[in-house]
T-cell receptor, first 108, second 113 residues
Framework: GQQVMQIPQYQHVQEGEDFTTYCNSS?????IQWYKQRPGGHPVFLIQ?????EVKKQKRLTFQFGEAKKNSSLHITATQTTDVGTYFC????????FGTGTSLTVIP | DGGITQSPKYLFRKEGQNVTLSCEQN?????MYWYRQDPGQGLRLIYY?????DFQKGDIAEGYSVSREKKESFPLTVTSAQKNPTAFYLC?????WGTGELFFGEGSRLTVL
């Protein structure tokens, strides 16, 4: 079946360092979404990418969708303690397939 | 305020008992979903409903059942046939199937004693 793999599973960074998480799908996606889940919370929508090669920015966050629409990345510049949480990608095939998530810890 | 309400937040159950988790939305969304989240894992789809009076199995539907008699409500029953029911259950909705962002409830944590 369709799978969305996400790496790394865990990432610990010093505050101020950059962070990147990657998603890869076994099949072409019609779109990809990114969600953030704070510890003890529920996933909250961040963004949706639809077009091949699309890049979107939200302040310190940069999202990319690959040319083949099979991979995506989220990059955070100069992490802050408020960035702590688990970041999930969700690719739309015949349903939303969630990646396993990357848990980000930011060390002050 | 519009949103999704899940209840109860915490639930304890003895083996062999069925339990029903409530999910209500007032966003006027057509599509609703149930996901299961286990520690260190992503969200796995249990059931989804594209429209009222219709629902479909997701990847891990065995041992679960749902109904969608009203647009606003999509309850999930965890039956005694579910082998490992202890998990965090998340309900979500979207304006239409496969369209737009998913809005999640705060989740229900089920523990089987």
């Amino acid at each position: 079946g369709q799978q969305v793999m996400q790496i790394p599973q865990y990432q610990h960074v010093q505050e101020g360092e950059d962070f990147t998480t990657y998603c890869n799908s076994s099949t072409t996606l019609s779109n990809i979404q990114w969600y953030k889940q704070r510890p003890g919370g529920h996933p909250v929508f961040l963004i949706q990418l639809v077009k091949s090669g699309e890049v979107k920015k939200q302040k310190r966050l940069t999202f990319q969708f690959g040319e083949a629409k099979k991979n995506s990345s989220l990059h955070i510049t100069a992490t802050q303690t408020t960035d702590v949480g688990t970041y999930f990608c969700a690719g739309m095939g015949n349903q939303f397939y969630f990646g396993t998530g990357t848990s980000l810890t930011v060390i002050p | 305020d519009g949103g999704i309400t899940q209840s109860p937040k915490y639930l304890f159950r003895k083996e062999g008992q069925n339990v029903t988790l409530s999910c209500e939305q007032n966003l006027n969304h057509d599509a609703m979903y149930w996901y299961r989240q286990d520690p260190g894992q992503g969200l796995r789809l249990i059931y989804y409903s594209q429209i009222v009076n219709d629902f479909q199995k997701g990847d891990i539907a065995e041992g679960y059942s749902v109904s969608r008699e009203k647009k606003e409500s999509f309850p999930l029953t965890v039956t005694s046939a579910q082998k490992n029911p202890t998990a965090f259950y998340l309900c979500a909705s979207s304006i239409a199937w496969g369209t737009g962002e998913l809005f999640f409830g705060e989740g229900s944590r089920l523990t089987v004693l």
